[in-house]
């Protein structure tokens, strides 16, 4: 097992163009959360997948954000009409249906940059 | 809600120094507390866990007891490497609400000179 998948490793894209990312977890994984990291900030969650039903949705999510994860394996976040202030780390964590889920194993991240 | 607070960085030590970073929580239930640590570019790596009141969560040479009473999960090492010069956070997961999900601290960077 190769630990939690995330591509691209980096993303630069114009202001108002749509981009989607990509999260494949670590095999037999339930969960699957979707987070966000500006610069010098800690990681703040955006949203989660219990197998394949989004189950919660940060306020920071907006409209123009949407997340699946179709099967319940792989999950995509797209981000549509894209803003310099989408510009952030994007990191996505599975965790494994052992006790009460109490750690999460990370990817490496989607660094995106909006220019 | 819940929160996390970390104190702020950047921390300079010489190698072999004592290293302490504090972190202080604030939750409404039982939470399970985490220190990870984040290298140059990459994603979050977990350090240590505590999930109740008392347990000590170790892992090469750091060190951090889950104190209820004061609310507080700091880290500590005894003699610290240049490699562990990396940016560390601190968070909780509450399971109360069935999430699960994570709170982080704003993140301590540290610098380890040789």
């Known amino acids: 097992d190769t630990g939690v998948s995330q591509d691209p490793r980096h993303k630069i894209t114009k202001r108002g163009q749509n981009v989607t990312f990509r999260c494949d977890p670590i095999?037999?994984?339930?969960?699957l959360y979707w987070y966000r990291q500006t610069l010098g900030q800690g990681p703040e969650f955006l949203t989660y997948?219990?197998?394949?039903?989004?189950?919660?949705k940060s306020r920071l999510l907006s409209d123009r954000f949407s997340a699946e994860r179709p099967k319940g394996s792989f999950s995509t976040l797209e981000i549509q009409r894209t803003e310099q202030g989408d510009s952030a780390m994007y990191l996505c964590a599975s965790s494994p249906r052992t006790g009460s889920y109490t750690e999460a194993f990370f990817g490496q991240g989607t660094r995106l940059t909006v220019v | 809600g819940d929160s996390v607070t970390q104190m702020e960085g950047p921390v300079t030590l010489s190698e072999e120094a004592f290293l302490t970073i504090n972190c202080t929580y604030t939750?409404?239930?039982?939470?399970?507390l985490f220190w990870y640590v984040q290298y140059p570019g990459e994603g979050l790596q977990l350090l240590l866990k505590?999930?109740?009141?008392?347990d000590k969560g170790s892992n090469k040479g750091f060190e951090a007891t889950y104190r209820k009473e004061t609310t507080s999960f700091h880290l500590e090492k005894g003699s610290v490497q240049v490699s562990d010069s990396a940016v560390y956070f601190c968070?909780?997961?509450?399971?109360?609400?069935?999430?699960?999900?994570?709170?982080f601290g704003t993140g301590t960077r540290l610098k380890v000179l040789a």
């Open positions: 997948f219990q197998n394949e039903a989004q189950l919660e």
């Open positions: 968070a909780l997961s509450d399971g109360d609400s069935g999430t699960y999900k994570y709170i």
């Open positions: 095999s037999e994984h339930n969960r």
């Open positions: 939750a409404t239930g039982y939470p399970s």
């Open positions: 505590a999930t109740k009141a008392d």
